[in-house]
Antibody
């Protein structure tokens, strides 16, 4: 069973860089699927940040694309998020998850499952 | 970018009652790219439904999904105490994933 665990600083200064890592256990990180970051500001909804494929390709939210880098380290079985030039608006719980796929009725369905427990990151001086 | 709208914003029900949650897309969405998640306070979202109508592993059959095009529905046939939570729909199109704002199902 796949297990995901986020780690990183819980406090980042404005204009600094938010750096998080997601450790993957119970599955091969390089076999297939995409490895994804989603965030949730306190009391608000979910926002897709971006993802990295098992082969290193990336797909970013267009609204964040200029500030983010997501990378994969297969040897350490982890993937990482870097978000630069942060402001208070970037304060949120950050979740890592796996985007997997399944064939249904001749089509491909995507789903985010499982999820890490999430890590709260606050941007403040 | 496709925008998802969920209604109602809050649904007040008693245990045993039926819940009907709506997710409407600003443009047509492939059914295979529509999923539903449940989130309880302080927890990560949990996958309930993928492909608009397929239940994820371990999800009870009181949860069902339906719909196509721009209108999708999550139905909980009989609310159990553990089902009171926030529910999000999510779609994928043009390499972009978006979530709806959520429907909170609270105890009446």
């Amino acid at each position: 069973q796949v297990h995901l665990q986020e780690s990183g600083p819980g406090l980042v200064k404005p204009s600094g860089t938010l750096s998080l890592t997601c450790a993957v256990s119970g599955d091969s990180i390089s076999d297939s699927d995409w490895w994804t970051w989603v965030r949730q500001p306190p009391g608000e909804g979910l926002e897709f940040i971006g993802e990295v494929s098992h082969s290193g390709s990336t797909n970013y939210n267009s609204s964040l694309k200029s500030r983010i880098t997501i990378s994969l380290d297969t040897s350490k079985k982890q993937f990482s998020l870097k978000l630069n030039s942060v402001t208070a608006a970037d304060s949120a719980v950050y979740f890592c998850t796996r985007r997997s796929h399944m064939a249904i009725f001749g089509l491909v369905a995507f789903m985010f499952d499982p999820w890490g427990q999430g890590i709260l990151v606050t941007v403040s001086s | 970018e496709i925008v998802l709208t969920q209604s109602p914003g809050t649904l007040s029900l008693s245990p045993g009652e039926r819940a009907t949650l709506s997710c409407r897309a600003s443009q047509s969405v492939s059914s295979s790219y529509l999923a539903w998640y449940q989130q309880k306070p302080g927890q990560a979202p949990r996958l309930l439904i993928y492909g608009a109508s397929s239940r994820a592993t371990g999800i009870p059959d009181r949860f069902s999904g339906s719909g196509s095009g721009t209108d999708f529905t999550l139905t909980i046939s009989r609310m159990e105490p553990e089902d009171f939570a926030v529910y999000y729909c999510q779609q994928f199109a043009n390499a972009a994933f978006t979530f709806g704002p959520g429907t909170k199902v609270e105890i009446k």
